[in-house]
């Protein structure tokens, strides 16, 4: 990470900076680096970013503080929670681009699915954010950003126990930021968050993939199709990176990590959903330890695209099980606020649902915290 800030005198934004960057960055000033660790406890132990209240460091440092860091997070722009529980944030990523995160609570656990990229190149067919061309990959401080405004609106005793890199964007399209970010959100002092909870999940850039076993994350890939012919009509990454490179990819991963793979698989009708494909989809991934979780299409204009009945979903579902194969049925979450897998984008105008919403006091929206827009003249 290159931190040429005093030149300019711009502070470096501190969410963007693991333990060894802001060490580094703070010998760079003459400073101690012990520091640095106070620094990571204030802001991600205490939540105090305010360097005034920062009671352990000396008052000319204190007052030198505010120029040399920034503590900005990305502005949360709504905040939208589902009659089910899932919550969704639309982030400010300035200049009119806008990321959004979703938290879905399980069970036992609390998972934050976060965004990578504003808009997406992959272009899978099927995908409502894939419509959308790229704008900019996002920096590692508005990743832990997206984090750090979701666990700042959690309830007492709550905390986030999982993170999908399942949101807007092709994670392994932006790998430096995107493992900068674990790095940082891992550190001891800060939120000390096991690389062991967090899943990235690619559409198989393959020679990106080992750098997710590099930073001990569990990989999960977008299978999709089951052979290269029907991969390759939803998802064209398939003619640059066919099936057999990126199985075996998954299995150099299984070899390194010892940790299985999810392959995640999409049912679209009378695309990807016959018996056979059941059939096929488990030869094909007979030779990767790993768990399959099939996601019935979640529909959106314009798509193209049907979800199957759920009798179809019922069938594929036994037929894998018969077939021996490990496999979950995901449950579609957030769909009253349009937060489901594939539902994501940060353009308005092809949201109909979301405005609605906004708008009116549908029944299904417990809470709406909904501010800013027209200033971002969405
Ligand atoms: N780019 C990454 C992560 C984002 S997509 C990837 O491709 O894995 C996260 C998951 O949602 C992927 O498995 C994708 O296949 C799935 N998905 C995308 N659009 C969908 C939709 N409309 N309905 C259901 N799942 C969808």
Known sequence: MEMETTSQNTPVNFYGMSLPDLQKFLKGL?????????????????????????????????????????????????????????????????????????????????????????????????????????????????????????????????????????????????????FKSIDVLHTQWGMNFSRRKVTVSTAGIVPEMWKVGAAKARLAVSLNGSNDEIRSQVMPINKKYPLAELLKACRQHYETTGDKITFEYVLLKGVTDSLEDADRLVKLTRSVPCKINIIPFNEHPGSGFERPSDETVAAFHQRLMDRGAHVLLRRTMGRDIFAACGQLTSEFENKPQLMDISNSKIGGISRVRDFGRRQLGL
């Open 30 to 178: 003459g400073k101690e680096q012990f520091r640095a660790q106070q620094l990571f406890k204030w802001v991600y132990e205490q939540r105090v970013t305010d360097p005034a209240m920062m009671s352990n460091l000396s008052k000319d440092f204190r007052a030198e503080l505010g120029n040399l860091l920034s503590f900005e997070l990305p502005r949360v722009i709504s905040h939208l929670i589902s009659v089910d529980g899932t919550q969704k944030f639309l982030f400010d990523m300035k200049n009119c681009n806008t990321v959004e995160a979703v938290l879905i609570p399980s069970d036992d656990r609390l998972t934050l699915c976060v965004s990578s990229e504003v808009g997406c190149n992959i272009a899978c067919k099927f995908c409502f954010t894939g419509k959308q061309k790229l704008k900019r990959r996002l920096t590692a401080e508005e990743i832990v950003g997206q984090f750090m405004q979701a666990h700042d609106r959690l309830k007492d005793g709550q905390r986030i126990s999982n993170i999908v890199f399942m949101g807007m964007g092709e994670p392994l399209d932006n790998s430096d930021a995107v």
